[in-house]
């Protein structure tokens, strides 16, 4: 199912506030704009027209967005690398399209430095590509490379769950309700930023049982990158959103229930989607 949703997700651009995610964190305070909507390009990778500067030495800086609300930090280039994913995920960066460092620097009112530094580790994780003097391209990816995470995810995570199954008591799996609701939660509102979010920490809370933290690390980014939209998918429809989340329960259900051969069919259904 979730192969489902992350093919629908490129072609609507919703306009989550794109500071949200870089909001969190403590102590030192730097300025970033509460919305993000029209997030100015570097340019179209189609190249028709020019949508701000490149990064190169001389370029115009791009127009000062308003004065941004005040937010406490940790790191600068962590609040960003979050809001950036965030922004991947909800559709506001567009597969193919080239953005530059200073124009997004200006939208979170600070330098080109720290946003460089995010997309340098998007680039390392295959959320975007380098482009010489222009910027970072978001990545196009094809139905087949989901389909590929799909399967990496299931030989990794089915055996796992199965194992769970067998020996995590059904009141601690009870304690996870409050995560699957989130992601109800977050679908019942259409909101695919923050239903990425909730889904993450859901599978993270599920996999933490089995107390490997390689594992963890592992299945968290192949989980982050499943979420990445494709170019060519339909909008994301809301039954979508709905019908994944409303797995979660059902998974934890047959979980309590140690019913294996249904846990088996939820999380290999879960991943590769009834179009897989």
Known sequence: MEQGAARERATERPSPPFGDAAARGSEEAVRVPEQARGIPRAESVRGEHTHC????????PAAVPAPAPRVVRHSVRGQILDALRTALVGGELVPGEVYSAP??????????TPVREAMQRLAVEGAVEVVPNRGFRVTERTPRELA??????ALIEVPVMLRLARTVPAARWAELRPLAEATSTAAARGDR???AEADRAFHRAVLSL?????LLAVADDLHRRSQWPLISAPVVRHGVLVADAAEHTALLDALIAQDLPVVESLVREHFTGSNA
Request: net charge negative; proline share 6%; glycine share 12%.
């Open 53 to 60: 500067e490149p990064d190169a030495p001389g370029a115009a």
């Open 193 to 195: 930023a923050h239903y």
């Open 148 to 153: 590929e995470l799909a399967e990496v995810r």
């Open 210 to 214: 089995a107390g490997n933290q390689q």
């Open 103 to 112: 124009a997004l620097g200006e939208r979170f009112g600070v330098s080109a």
